[in-house]
């Protein structure tokens, strides 16, 4: 299994010792998504700052695939969704018989928040307030709907009791600005495109959650967590919003150079200046989220990253 990529100038062979560069590839998304730019940032940290590595990001499929080119060597760093890495790393869900045991963070780097949209002026309130309500849940079989669900399924809120609308980001804001719909989810980096450019037209409000709705959250899909949408995020937004979050993980193999990882990692944390001026969700690239939130074991390399940082590592981020 191929771990890294090399390239060798085939004039050192013969005329001087081998001299070997570090090539990474950073498995991404679409380009129209957050992982790409974030990936592309990354990837000019690592040959700014890293001295004999160079690195591209890829465009890709996202989560699940990501975690497939991992593990076979086709890719050396990936972004993925809590969820998806951790059912590949424990041979859950879609990774049922299938486990990728090689699958360790460098970090958890930003989360996608669970975002409740509805126009200022309408009763929603509340989760319960959806009851007899045109919602959108997101599109088919996407993130979106996934969490979403997920949130309203642990507190007791079935498709039935409202009217679904399986839209996508652009069609959501669109039927919540002529009323076509009441309330839309999203599930995505915050800010996001679309709510920004809804709340320049139409007055919004975020929906919060209680912390009883959001432990049951919680104990129903452990890699969610809480997260507070600041105040100013949007447009009218005066104050700051309770949600839940499922954050974005960093993923490698286990197999990746000790140094390289630590190198990696490090950077990650030191220039994250440079990555918010890339991708604002960078914001949230921290030391302190990244250990609360990552559900897997951290590569050696960026353990020891931590450890000299001084941040409290579970037990559960510890390679056996």
Avoid: C
């Avoid at 949230?284 to 250990?291: A, L, M, R, Y």
């Amino acid at each position: 299994m191929r771990a890294l990529k090399y390239a060798v100038a085939a004039s050192l062979l013969v005329t001087a010792p081998m001299s070997v560069a570090q090539q990474l590839s950073i498995a991404t998304g679409g380009t129209g998504g957050t992982y790409y730019p974030y990936g592309g940032g990354l990837a000019e940290l690592i040959n700014n700052h890293i001295e004999g590595a160079s690195a591209v990001a890829e465009v890709t499929g996202a989560s699940v695939e990501n975690m497939g080119l991992v593990w076979r060597g086709d890719s050396d760093v990936a972004l993925a969704l809590a969820d998806t890495v951790f059912q590949a790393y424990s041979g859950t869900g879609d990774f049922e018989g299938r486990q990728l045991e090689n699958i360790r963070a460098l970090a958890s780097i930003y989360p996608n928040a669970v975002q409740l949209v509805t126009l200022a002026d309408s009763d929603v309130h509340t989760l319960a307030d959806l009851e007899g309500k045109r919602v959108s849940v997101g599109a088919p079989g996407s993130g979106t709907e996934l969490n979403a669900r997920a949130l309203l399924e642990a507190n007791g809120i079935s498709y039935d009791d409202f009217t679904p609308q399986r839209l996508n980001f652009n069609e959501t804001a669109d039927a919540i600005r002529d009323g076509d719909i009441d309330a839309g989810f999203w599930s995505v980096g915050p800010p996001t495109s679309s709510i920004l450019n809804l709340a320049t037209t139409r007055d919004i409000r975020l929906v919060g959650f209680s912390d009883e709705e959001i432990e049951n959250a919680r104990e129903a899909e452990p890699t969610f967590a809480a997260y507070e949408l600041r105040a100013g995020l949007y447009e009218g937004m005066d104050e700051a919003v309770q949600t839940i979050s499922i954050p974005n993980v960093l993923a490698v193999s286990s197999e990746l150079d000790d140094e390289m990882a630590y190198q990696i990692t490090k950077v990650l944390f030191e220039r994250t200046d440079e990555l918010i001026a890339v991708h604002p969700a960078a914001n949230d690239t921290t030391i302190e989220f990244s250990v609360n939130s990552t559900p897997i074991a951290f590569h050696p390399g960026a353990l020891r990253y931590y450890e000299e940082a001084g941040a409290e590592v579970a037990d559960h981020q510890r390679p056996e």
